[in-house]
């Protein structure tokens, strides 16, 4: 599993009310979270990314409320991978059960900005900063990880095994 896009740099305790505001909590549709994800800390974000792109964070990314809608929002927006130093706990299980890859690095997050072309491999845990070409390496992916994220979450990890039975 890889993935391959140009970063958007964010900071410190990036909260889930920033990375979906609560007035647009009365959907479920994830296209149309998707088209309010960042609005208020970036407002040119969903006008910039594209499917593929990488989210890079400090610490306690993904900090406040522990709703599903703020990993729903960013995977939908096209983001394929987030880096942070640190993540809030709920937000990390939240992103595995969808099915949004999460990396903690703090030394990518120290030789990564805005703008950056980066590449991950899941696999190896390798996080190349293609614009300086620096090399990092984060804590790999296990199969079963690489599985369940490949099969869009929790729900279509399951349902597949199932299948398989």
């Known amino acids: 599993m890889q993935a391959r896009g140009t970063v958007f740099r964010y900071g410190d305790n990036v909260d889930t009310d920033v990375?979906?505001?609560?007035?647009?909590?009365?959907?479920?549709?994830?296209?149309e979270l998707a088209q309010h994800c960042m609005e208020d800390i970036d407002?040119?974000?969903?006008k910039q990314v594209k499917k593929g792109d990488i989210m890079?964070?400090?610490?306690?990314?993904?900090?406040?409320?522990?709703?599903?809608?703020a990993p729903i929002a960013i995977k939908e927006s096209?983001?394929?991978?987030?880096?942070?130093?640190?993540?809030a706990r709920i937000f990390y299980r939240n992103a595995i059960n969808?099915?949004?890859?999460?990396?903690?690095?703090?030394?990518?997050?120290?030789?990564?900005?805005?703008?950056d072309v980066v590449s991950v491999d899941f696999s190896t845990g390798t996080i190349t900063n293609e614009t300086t070409k620096k090399v990092f390496h984060s804590e790999p992916f296990p199969p079963f990880?690489?599985?369940l994220i490949s099969s869009g979450g929790?729900?279509?990890?399951?349902?597949?095994?199932g299948q398989q039975a």
């Open 43 to 46: 407002q040119n974000f969903i």
């Open 145 to 147: 990880m690489q599985d």
């Open 78 to 87: 096209g983001i394929s991978c987030v880096i942070a130093r640190t993540y």
């Open 98 to 115: 969808i099915g949004l890859p999460i990396l903690e690095c703090p030394e990518a997050c120290d030789g990564i900005k805005a703008g």
């Open 56 to 69: 890079v964070a400090d610490r306690n990314f993904g900090c406040g409320s522990s709703r599903e809608h």
């Open 19 to 31: 990375i979906i505001p609560a007035r647009y909590l009365n959907t479920s549709n994830h296209k």
């Open 154 to 161: 929790l729900a279509g990890y399951i349902a597949k095994r």
